[in-house]
């Protein structure tokens, strides 16, 4: 009996030194332990893990997109760098050919004939900027090339409308990169706060309302269990007041 008295002590010590280690093992929330505050806990640290999920899943693709969009970047600078020197280089030559044509094209010019047109595009709930080139109307530097040097002219036009279409899509692709930047910044700030912060404080709650629980279980089963003893000694001496009792009587009869 003596040796079962002190095996219980032992786990006992041991099962509240493993309750102190949780409780100093992190933050947590102030609750109440009770069942009820026990399942919404539950259910509270289910949502924050499926959210950490969706929003690690947002940050994968949007961090594809980020990667993907300064891959076309990097290449469109490099194709921009060559554009430009062709079109400085046709340039050079107009002017050689039909000689300062920048007078006819500053009276020609009425209106913009190439407009930027906006469009968005979702990306995981991420709204990103499109920038497209579209002509409207005729031609009105057509009749430029119509004197001397008109070939020249021409290469001239279509080499600054390449270039042109270049810088619009390098453009969007710019403030692309920006807005996904600034979005999966966001998105990993988040993913940190519920993985490092979130999720530990409601694990800790769950395993401080499940410790306080089971010591609540324990503290009534001692206590029913004293009851029950005291219950037993107070048979025991009444069925033996009553033995002495009859004893008594009987004696006294005699």
């Given at each position: 009996?003596?040796?079962?008295?002190?095996?219980?002590?032992?786990?006992?010590?041991?099962?509240?030194?493993?309750?102190?280690?949780?409780?100093?093992?992190?933050?947590?929330?102030?609750?109440?332990?009770?069942?009820?505050?026990?399942?919404?806990?539950?259910?509270?640290?289910?949502?924050?893990?499926?959210?950490?999920?969706?929003?690690?899943?947002?940050?994968?693709?949007?961090?594809?997109?980020?990667?993907?969009?300064?891959?076309?970047?990097?290449?469109?600078?490099?194709?921009?760098?060559?554009?430009?020197?062709?079109?400085?280089?046709?340039?050079?030559?107009?002017?050689?050919?039909?000689?300062?044509?920048?007078?006819?094209?500053?009276?020609?010019?009425?209106?913009?004939?190439?407009?930027?047109?906006?469009?968005?595009?979702?990306?995981?709930?991420?709204?990103?900027?499109?920038?497209?080139?579209?002509?409207?109307?005729?031609?009105?530097?057509?009749?430029?090339?119509?004197?001397?040097?008109?070939?020249?002219?021409?290469?001239?036009?279509?080499?600054?409308?390449?270039?042109?279409?270049?810088?619009?899509?390098?453009?969007?692709?710019?403030?692309?990169?920006?807005?996904?930047?600034?979005?999966?910044?966001?998105?990993?700030?988040?993913?940190?706060?519920?993985?490092?912060?979130?999720?530990?404080?409601?694990?800790?709650?769950?395993?401080?309302?499940?410790?306080?629980?089971?010591?609540?279980?324990?503290?009534?089963?001692?206590?029913?269990?004293?009851?029950?003893?005291?219950?037993?000694?107070?048979?025991?001496?009444?069925?033996?007041?009553?033995?002495?009792?009859?004893?008594?009587?009987?004696?006294?009869?005699i």
């Amino acid at each position: 009996e003596k040796g079962g008295r002190v095996s219980f002590k032992l786990s006992y010590y041991n099962e509240y030194k493993s309750y102190l280690s949780i409780m100093g093992s992190g933050d947590k929330i102030n609750v109440f332990p009770s069942r009820m505050n026990l399942t919404a806990m539950k259910t509270r640290l289910k949502g924050a893990q499926k959210g950490h999920s969706l929003l690690k899943k947002k940050s994968d693709a949007l961090t594809m997109k980020f990667r993907a969009t300064l891959k076309k970047i990097i290449e469109n600078k490099t194709v921009m760098g060559n554009v430009m020197k062709a079109v400085y280089f046709s340039l050079a030559e107009a002017a050689f050919a039909a000689g300062d044509i920048s007078q006819t094209v500053i009276q020609n010019a009425d209106k913009a004939q190439n407009k930027i047109k906006f469009t968005k595009d979702n990306v995981a709930g991420v709204q990103l900027t499109n920038f497209t080139m579209h002509c409207e109307g005729s031609d009105v530097y057509q009749l430029i090339s119509l004197g001397r040097g008109g070939g020249t002219v021409t290469k001239c036009k279509e080499t600054a409308q390449k270039a042109l279409q270049l810088l619009v899509e390098l453009a969007s692709l710019q403030t692309s990169f920006i807005t996904l930047d600034e979005a999966i910044k966001i998105t990993n700030r988040r993913v940190n706060g519920i993985e490092y912060v979130i999720i530990p404080r409601l694990e800790n709650t769950i395993a401080y309302v499940i410790e306080e629980l089971d010591e609540r279980d324990r503290e009534e089963f001692y206590r029913l269990k004293k009851v029950q003893d005291k219950k037993k000694v107070c048979f025991f001496i009444s069925s033996k007041s009553m033995i002495i009792l009859k004893f008594v009587k009987i004696r006294n009869l005699i």
